[in-house]
């Protein structure tokens, strides 16, 4: 049972324009939603991340938008530039016993800036 | 200011052996959690060390068992490895449980054969 989920293995963007990238996740009781980038070789670090209290976080060229309803986050990139390629994994986790618990992360999303 | 540092990062088992993977937190950071990541997939939450106790679990069987120091380092053990154990391991620290803003190593590539 995937309960955060990345239904594009990857995207494909012009540089300078806006990349998005969506994720979908199906357990309501998440406190937070994160992106985070992962480089060939690197471990995978932290970007930007929302408060389920939140409909939108910004953070330089990052937006992270919101939608509980829809059960539904987006990353926006603007504007694209060609450090940004990677692949990026959406992360939820909730809080319980006083801590945050383990992540849960999507499968990711492979995003390749064209110059 | 060093980051997460993962040992070793390349390693080949066969099935049954046992193995040990090693971490060292960013400096400053009190909390470690360990993930799997196969191939094609997100990272997958294996547990979390706080106060030298394992404070939570995925679902992982016992197989997988792990041990934090005083220093904060940590161990992940695989006992009676399968095929499909096979996977990037990767370490992440944080300070304190209360926090998603993990800091990752660069992993542990693992092979069983």
């Known amino acids: 049972d995937q309960q955060v989920k990345q239904n594009s293995p990857s995207l494909s963007v012009q540089e300078g324009r806006i990349s998005i990238l969506n994720c979908d996740y199906t357990?309501?009781?998440?406190?937070?939603f994160l992106w985070y980038k992962k480089y060939p070789a690197e471990g995978p670090t932290f970007l930007i991340s929302i408060s389920s209290i939140k409909d939108k976080n910004e953070d330089g060229r990052f937006t992270v938008f919101l939608n509980k309803s829809a059960k539904h986050l987006s990353l926006h990139i603007v504007p694209s530039q060609p450090g940004d390629s990677a692949v990026y994994f959406c992360?939820?986790?909730?809080?319980?016993?006083?801590?945050?618990?383990?992540?849960?992360f999507g499968k990711g999303t492979h995003l390749i800036i064209q110059p | 200011d060093a980051g997460v540092t993962q040992s070793p990062t390349h390693l080949i088992k066969t099935r049954g052996q046992q193995v040990t993977l090693r971490c060292s937190p960013k400096s400053g950071h009190d909390t470690v959690s360990w993930y799997q990541q196969a191939l094609g997939q997100g990272p997958q939450f294996i547990f979390q060390?706080?106060?030298?106790?394992?404070?939570q679990r995925g679902n992982f069987p016992d197989r997988f068992s792990g041990h934090q120091f005083p220093n904060y380092s940590s161990e992940l053990n695989v006992n009676a490895l399968l095929l499909g154990d096979s996977a990037l391991y990767l370490c992440?620290?944080?300070?304190?449980?209360?926090?998603?803003?993990?800091?990752f190593g660069e992993g542990s590539r693992l092979t069983v054969l």
């Open positions: 992440a620290s944080s300070l304190g449980t209360k926090t998603g803003e993990l800091f």
């Open positions: 992360a939820a986790f909730k809080y319980s016993g006083g801590g945050a618990d383990g992540l849960t």
């Open positions: 060390y706080y106060e030298e106790e394992e404070r």
């Open positions: 357990n309501s009781m998440f406190d937070y």
